[in-house]
Nanobody, 124 residues
Framework: QVQLVESGGGVVQAGGSLRLSCAAS????????MGWFRQAPGKERELVAT????????YYTDSVKGRFTISKDNAKNTVYLQMNSLKPEDTAVYYC?????????????????WGQGTQVTVSS
């Protein structure tokens, strides 16, 4: 069983930055791809960014390209999401997820484990 715990959310003004962290339990974190998703009120959960097992391959949704960076530290069993130039439309609950393969996926249904989420609020 894998447990994922997100942290780093909060309230920030537009243009500011936050770094989200997701710590995973278990010894096999390094074998798996990870993703960050978000869900705003009244909207469906959507992919933000995803990263392969080794971190060599990443994917970002168009709206965050050039502003967000996903990274993975296998030694610390942690995946990060650095968010810069935040906009009010980035306001959402952010979730990390683990996919039990080496390769990332853009489909949320391909992920096997989910964290509880952390709230990010960007004020204008």
């Amino acid at each position: 069983q894998v447990q994922l715990v997100e942290s780093g959310g909060g309230v920030v003004q537009a243009g500011g930055s936050l770094r989200l962290s997701c710590a995973a339990s278990g010894r096999t974190f390094s074998n798996y791809a990870m993703g960050w998703f978000r869900q705003a009120p009244g909207k469906e959960r959507e992919l933000v960014a995803t990263i392969s097992r080794t971190g060599a391959s990443t994917y970002y949704t168009d709206s965050v390209k050039g502003r967000f960076t996903i990274s993975k530290d296998n030694a610390k069993n942690t995946v990060y999401l650095q968010m810069n130039s935040l906009k009010p439309e980035d306001t959402a609950v952010y979730y990390c997820a683990l996919r039990r393969t080496s390769y990332y996926s853009t489909n949320l249904y391909d992920y096997n484990y989910w964290g509880q989420g952390t709230q990010v609020t960007v004020s204008s």
